[in-house]
Nanobody, 122 residues
Framework: VQLQASGGGLVQAGGSLGLSCAAS????????VGWFRQAPGKEREFVAAITRNGGGTYYAESVKGRFTISRDNAKNTVYLRMNSLKSEDTAVYYC????????????????WGQGTQVTVSS
């Protein structure tokens, strides 16, 4: 599976952005997908994840209520809608696919996209 993240950009605090993660391959629906982010000088951290059929979603506490993860398996795409953005959301955002479960640990993911920069100005 090859993943391509897009949709990042510069936004003011309180604004919104939508990220997309487009996947190649016919078996995309067999993978759970997660979004992670990494700010300069910090470790990569879990943001959100979604199960293979989209029936289960999981969020980091820091984004719960502001971010929404969804997927369209017919389009081989996972989305991350980000509302009420804060300066601390500034990071490179990565999507990743896991054969097993929608886990919060990046070690459980098998394929990674290249990342897209999100910058929130205060």
């Amino acid at each position: 599976v090859q993943l391509q993240a897009s949709g990042g950009g510069l936004v003011q605090a309180g604004g919104s952005l939508g990220l997309s993660c487009a996947a190649s391959g016919r078996t995309f629906s067999m993978y759970a997908v997660g979004w992670f982010r990494q700010a300069p000088g910090k470790e990569r951290e879990f943001v959100a994840a979604i199960t293979r059929n989209g029936g289960g979603t999981y969020y980091a506490e820091s984004v719960k209520g502001r971010f929404t993860i969804s997927r369209d398996n017919a389009k081989n795409t996972v989305y991350l809608r980000m509302n009420s953005l804060k300066s601390e959301d500034t990071a490179v955002y990565y999507c990743a696919a896991a054969r097993n479960f929608a886990d919060t640990s990046p070690r459980e993911y098998d394929y990674w996209g290249q990342g897209t920069q999100v910058t929130v100005s205060s």
